[in-house]
């Protein structure tokens, strides 16, 4: 027996040095940012994980200015935004040592979306922006000259996005002008999935997100760049070839050119493997693949 007690100590330390041995050797990756990319990137973190289990990515939403701020501070090694960092993000980063490298990853169309009984089915970027805009004029639905259904007070309820949000700063450049600003009293929702979900049950209501939060119980519209002219309507064909009026492109920002895990990890990304989820999330791949 006193065998026995001396025995089982030391294949306990064996297998617990063993164990921290496994974990030191485990690479993270600090993954952060867009809301609109978040979920892909959860499923790209989950789904790299099952081909190297050496690597752990962690990743965190919070928008695209989040993600950005990270990048600005060294405390992440891949920043997402669903737009471009602005020339003054790049130079306080660079102030702080680092040298944001920029990514294209996918492209998205940024949808907009009514209330399922809305009878609109088009509408133009210059009637987005007279309900977007400060001082735009248009309030009501009638002054679009429709009638919607259980919108009693014809109020517009206009929903946007926080001001930390990529998708609040590129819709604001490709509808309002790049001097335009925001009307008062806009409904502004942390995330993609709270816009439709407030649009869903709210008659009067119009909103804009990433179209990869559409559900079957939400009506996007079709979008004309000019008031008469033919629309488009949002897909990932029309995103992938930029036809849509209000299509983008999706950035992973890392510091300075990657290498080693994270290098490793953004060229799977951007392999068909990759690229074929990015798909199937219902965003536009980087270039044309075959996906089981």
């Known amino acids: ?20 041995a496994s974990v030191q050797a485990r690479t993270e990756i600090q993954n952060k940012g867009s809301d609109t990319l978040v979920n892909v990137a959860q499923t790209w973190a989950e789904e790299y994980g099952k081909i190297r289990p050496d690597v752990a990515v962690a ?3 919070g928008g695209s200015g989040t993600g950005i701020a990270a990048m600005i501070n060294g405390t992440v090694d891949i920043a997402n935004a669903s737009r471009q960092m602005k020339d003054k ?14 990514h294209v990853v996918g492209y998205d169309a940024l949808a907009v979306f009514l209330h399922h009984d809305n009878p609109a089915d088009s509408l133009s970027i210059e009637q987005l922006e007279r309900i977007y805009a400060r001082g735009g004029g248009v309030e009501k639905w009638s002054d679009l000259g429709l009638e919607v259904p259980g919108c009693d007070s014809d109020e517009i309820v206009v929903v946007s996005r926080q ?6 700063a590129y819709f604001k450049k490709a509808v309002l002008g790049k001097k335009g600003k925001y ?13 439709v979900d ?4 709210t008659p009067c209501a119009i909103g804009y997100s990433g179209l990869a939060y559409a559900t079957d119980h939400i009506k996007m519209a079709c979008i004309a760049g000019q008031t ?5 309507s949002p897909s990932v064909a029309t995103a992938s070839n930029r036809t849509y009026p209000i299509a983008r492109p999706l950035f992973m920002y890392t510091n300075g050119e990657p290498t080693g895990a994270v290098k490793e990890y953004m060229d799977w990304i951007l392999s068909d493997v990759g690229q074929c989820i990015i798909l199937n999330k219902g965003y536009a791949p980087v270039r044309d693949v075959t996906c089981n």
């Not at 027996?1 to 164990?19: E, G, N, W, Y």
């Not at 409904?187 to 709270?194: I, T």
């Open 198 to 201: 407030l649009v869903e049950k």
């Open 89 to 102: 993000e790049v130079a306080m980063a660079e102030e702080k040592g680092q040298q944001p490298v920029e």
């Open 163 to 168: 001001n930390n949000s990529g998708t609040y």
């Open 59 to 61: 990743v965190s939403g």
């Open 1 to 20: 027996m006193p065998r026995l007690k001396a025995v089982i100590p030391f294949a306990i330390t064996t297998l617990l040095l063993s164990s921290a």
């Open 228 to 232: 008469g002219g033919d629309c488009v």
């Open 183 to 195: 009307r008062q009293g806009t409904l502004d929702m942390h995330g993609s999935k709270d816009v």
